[in-house]
Each structure stands twice: as C-alpha cells, then as structure tokens.
C-alpha cells in the first residue's frame, strides 16, 4: 500500500514569516493530495487539494506544489498568522484502494 | 448543509461496557469512512462504506469492533465490550462519489474515554 511521510512533526514560526511542510509518498499512481488542517478538538478540515496533472495550486496564502517524478508534495503558507496555528496533516490517494493515506501531521505554532 | 454530524461528541465509559457512535453523512454523499485518531498511531482508517455496504473493514482492530449503516443518511461503530486502549477520538468523514480523488469531509469527532 501507499506510505506517506511528513516533515516536520512540529513547526514554529514568527507571525508574518512563511511556513513549509513536506511530504513523500511511495505509491506513484497515487493522483490525488489534500491538505487538512485541524484546529483543537474540530476535525481535518480541507484547505487545499492538488491533483496529479497539474504542478502548483495557489490559494490566497496557501500554495501547494507537487513533483511526481520526485514523489513529494509540499505546502506553503505565506504571512502566516496565529489563527494558522494547528495540526496539518497531508493524504495521498488513488492507487490501490479507495482509501486515503495521511501524514502524521505538523503542529504548527505561529507565534504573535 | 450542516457537514458531517456526529454524536455523542463525549463519551465516558467504564471497561467492558458497550459503546455506540454515531453518524449523519452529508446528504447526497455515497461514502462513509471511520477513523480513529491518537497521539501514537495519528488517523487510521476502521472501515468505509459505499451506497450503504462496507467495502473495506481490514482496518478494523478487532471483533469488538463492528459498524452498521442501515441507511444512506446514519451509520454507527460499536465497540463491544470497550477496553482502555480504544480511548481515542473517532471521526466520522463522508464523500460525494468516493472516488480516491474524491474529498472527505470530516466531522468534528467523538472523544471517547474508557475508564
């Protein structure tokens, strides 16, 4: 099955500055990548999502980039503010089964 | 719509009691997922259904554990009888056509405690 890994486990950054998570994956037909972010005691929510025939989504301060050839994806968040201090967790989905693969997650901590 | 709704969204119970959760899907989504999260193993896929059949359970740790979805807008996991270790939160997702690039959408969670 798909095997998914994601760095950091934990992130801190000055508010303003920017903040990257990344993560692999083993499976190369996998075709599909959300990113979730989990706010204490809410579930994932999705915030952004790429596929595999395009390269980079951007969505106001959050952008996601994908490289099949390398298999990893990463999101970015630029000016970062408190209210991004969470859990972030990435998936990875459309190879075998219909189920989705999850990181481990990065607690992210923006500080004021 | 309201998302995803679960319930109860606590739960305290003591060992060896049965523990019944529950979940409304989006209206109109065809699939259903239920997770376990915890600090040690993150977010586990139990089972998923599709038009109200279970498709895939290999998730599922053990036959304490089962799930029901008796129609297209509630299912529940049952866990029978409870043991410590199944303290987690458990989250209940659902999907339009359940694709594998189809997006989930989670709803807030049980926080179960077994005593």
């Known amino acids: 099955g798909e095997n998914v890994e994601q760095h950091p486990s934990t992130l801190s950054v000055q508010e303003g500055d920017s903040a990257v998570i990344k993560c692999t994956y083993s499976?190369?037909?996998?075709?599909?990548f959300p990113w979730y972010k989990q706010e204490l005691g809410k579930g994932p929510q999705l915030i952004i999502d790429?596929?595999?025939?395009?390269g980079e989504k951007k969505d106001q301060r959050i952008a996601v980039t994908l490289n099949k050839t390398a298999k990893h994806f990463s999101l970015h968040i630029t000016e970062t503010q408190p209210e991004d201090s969470a859990v972030y967790f990435c998936a990875a989905s459309g190879g075998s089964g219909n189920q989705f693969y999850f990181g481990t997650g990065t607690s992210l901590t923006v500080i004021p | 719509d309201a998302g995803v709704i679960q319930s109860p969204r606590h739960e305290v119970t003591e060992m060896g009691q049965e523990v019944t959760l529950r979940c409304k899907p989006i209206?109109?989504?065809?699939?259903l997922f239920w997770y376990r999260q915890t600090m040690m193993r993150g977010l586990e896929l139990l089972i998923y259904f599709n038009n109200n059949v279970p498709i895939d359970d290999s998730g599922m740790p053990e036959d304490r554990f089962s799930a029901k979805m008796p129609n297209a807008s509630f299912s529940t996991l049952k866990i029978q009888p409870s043991e410590p270790r199944d303290s987690a939160v458990y989250f209940c997702?659902?999907?339009?056509?359940?694709?594998?690039?189809?997006?989930?959408?989670f709803g807030p969670g049980t926080r179960l405690t077994v005593l």
């Open positions: 499976d190369s037909a996998s075709n599909y």
């Open positions: 997702a659902s999907s339009l056509a359940g694709g594998p690039s189809d997006t989930q959408y």
């Open positions: 209206s109109g989504h065809d699939y």
């Open positions: 790429i596929r595999s025939n395009v």
